[in-house]
């Protein structure tokens, strides 16, 4: 069997600089309690790791209120700004991990929204980046993930300016579908592409290797927007193409009567979990 790993599978720069902030704190502090706000990247194992070494995950304001000392790390996915307010009136030691791509959104979704701009998000509402994104928009912010929700978008004061940012884990395609729609709209629109490169060189990379082959694996957390979103661009190439996010989660059989195999990973995969799914893949077939 012939098996093809995409060079583009597993950390990417925001993820790996993430990850490497939290073991940095551990081995600097080994006395003080560490914890991050929210899970520092989408993955189970990576977090089971970091809670070994004592790091735990506040998951809200609320329990951030509680605390009265400790350094807290900033996830890679970022928070709104409010949370930096409250870390700054607890006194509270504050890291920063947020990925220096979606910090560059906070900063352009606060500098257009003190201009008088309406922010328009393209992105999954529910997903912690997009939620953070809006808290750097001030009130006038707009969350759209479809291009039904696109049609019926309608700004109230047709002469404000509009300001179009995206999640940078978003589709490509689906994002110019969507400014495809509010630009026809005719508003005063500035348009910022604010997805990340290595998300759409995955994707595309991801794409052409699942045109060619017979069964494709999509590797990463349940919870990893760029990893589902992988799943999907492989799907509509490859009929067979499977979700996992560890080789426990695999059944061999399904790929006996296949002779290419592609394996990709979503941006918070570790190395060591594509290589065991890798090394399992060709010393079974």
């Not at 700004?155 to 579908?177: G, H, R």
């Not at 290595?198 to 082959?213: G, M």
């Not at 592609?262 to 090394?279: F, L, R, Y």
């Amino acid at each position: 069997m012939k098996v093809e790993l995409a060079k583009t599978a597993g950390f990417c720069f925001g993820v790996k600089r993430a990850v490497d902030t939290v073991y940095k704190q551990i081995e600097a502090h080994p006395d003080s309690p560490i914890y991050t706000y929210g899970p520092i990247i989408h993955n189970e194992e990576v977090i089971k790791d970091m809670k070994k070494h004592g790091v735990k995950v506040i998951g809200s304001a609320e329990e951030l209120e509680n605390l009265d000392s400790g350094i807290v790390i900033i996830r890679s996915h970022g928070v709104a700004k409010e949370v930096y307010d409250l870390l700054t009136e607890k006194g509270l030691t504050c890291v920063d991990a947020t990925c220096p791509f979606v910090k560059k959104i906070h900063k352009i979704a606060q500098e257009q929204s003190a201009q008088g701009a309406h922010i328009v998000v393209i992105g999954n509402s529910e997903h912690p980046e997009v939620q953070g994104i809006k808290g750097w928009s001030g009130n006038d912010v707009t969350v759209i993930q479809t291009v039904e929700e696109a049609k019926s978008f309608q700004l109230k004061n047709k002469k404000q300016k509009l300001c179009v940012v995206s999640q940078t884990t978003f589709n490509y395609n689906k994002f110019k579908d969507i400014v495809e729609i509010i630009e026809k709209k005719r508003y005063d629109i500035l348009v910022l592409n604010t997805i990340c490169s290595a998300t759409k060189e995955r994707q595309e990379e991801a794409r052409d290797i699942a045109k060619r082959v017979d069964a494709m694996i999509v590797i990463g957390d349940k919870r990893s927007s760029n990893t589902r979103k992988l799943f999907e661009i492989c799907s509509n190439a490859c009929a067979d193409t499977y979700y996992i996010q560890t080789l426990d989660d695999f059944d061999m059989n399904q790929l006996r009567s296949v002779e290419t195999v592609g394996i990709t990973a979503g941006a918070s995969t570790p190395k060591k979990i594509i290589e065991e799914v890798q090394n399992n893949v060709r010393i079974n077939f």
